[in-house]
Structures are given as C-alpha cells and as structure tokens.
C-alpha cells in the first residue's frame, strides 16, 4: 500500500508548461525503521525517478547509473537522491521509481560480518515499477524549489512468508511536500 491521496483541484498543468519557465525539484530518501535485529541491510537500487504531472506528462528526474541505498541507514536523517532545475512549471501529482533490485541482508550472529548473512531479493511489485502518491498535488512554478521527501516504511513493507521460507516487499511509502 502506499499512501495515496486524490489530487486537489487547481492551476497548473499542460497550460503552464506550454507557457514556459522552469522550476527545481529535488528529491529526498529517508525511512521508518525496519526491524534490526531481522535485517542488517535493506538495499534499495534505484535506476530512474519521474514525476507525473496531472494531466499524465512525465518529467525524468533521475536517469542514470542505478543507486544503492541502505534503508536502514536512513532512519534518522534524509539524504539527497536527486535534484533537477528543469522541470516544467505545472501541477504534479505522482512521483514513479524503477526499482531494479532490493535486497534484504538478514542479521545474524555476527554483526559487522556481512560475509555469511543469508540475502533475499523479494519479487518487486509491478516489476520495480512504484508510483507514489503526494497527499496532495503540488505546483511547480518559475524560479521555485520543491523538495519531495520519500520516505519507505520498511518495516510495514516488509512481509515474512509463512514458516519463515522468504520475504514479501508490499512498499509503504509516504511522500512529503516541503
């Protein structure tokens, strides 16, 4: 599930970005903590980021060699992920992330050696396809910043199969407008 919200009603849109000027948006990476006596990682690897405005026109944010993240890493702070200063000036409502891989790197018996910790790469949902949903849509104008913070809820996302034979991924993410 993710958090999921309809658009607001307002300006913006294929008008605006018709009309010209450009405006900034970066994107940040934090996370809920999962549970670390289960995981000692939860590599996140990201390989594109776009926005999806409300009348469906896409902005690539992120396009490039894939990312790794440690989610369980981000617990206390945000780190930056992206920032464009080219973005149309328009009404945004979707953030898109292509997940090429995760793994989970379960804990065990000796912390700080990764070397024997048993992996698992859940299936993605929607073959690493996640669209995330702002609480509301948000505008992009000329000269502005917009900061989008993702925030992953790792441990709500993370699902142990019964009798403890793999992991489901079923992402909560919540996205901030700041």
């Known amino acids: ?38 995981f000692d990682s939860i590599n996140a690897s990201i390989e594109k980021a776009e926005l999806i405005g409300s009348d469906d026109n896409r902005v690539v944010l992120y ?15 945000s780190i930056p992920f992206t920032f464009n200063d080219n973005v149309p000036v328009g009404q945004y409502c979707k ?33 690493g396809k996640l669209d995330l949903v702002a609480r509301d849509c948000f505008y992009v104008g000329p000269g502005e910043t917009v900061t989008l913070q993702v925030d992953v809820d790792g441990g709500n996302s993370i699902h142990i199969v019964a009798n403890k034979r793999g992991f489901n991924f079923r992402p909560v993410v919540f996205v901030d407008v700041l």
Do not use: M, W
């Open 1 to 38: 599930a993710v958090s999921l919200a309809s658009c607001s009603s307002g300006g913006g849109g294929a008008t605006d970005a018709q009309s010209g000027g450009t405006g900034t948006v970066g994107l940040l990476l934090t996370d809920k903590p999962a549970d670390p006596s289960l």
């Open 63 to 77: 396009s490039g060699p894939t990312r790794t993240f440690d989610l369980l890493r981000l617990k206390n702070e």
């Open 95 to 127: 953030i898109r992330l292509i997940l090429s891989d995760l793994e989970l790197v379960l804990a065990d018996d000796t912390p700080g050696d990764q070397t024997d910790n048993e992996t698992y790469h859940p299936k993605r949902p929607g073959n």
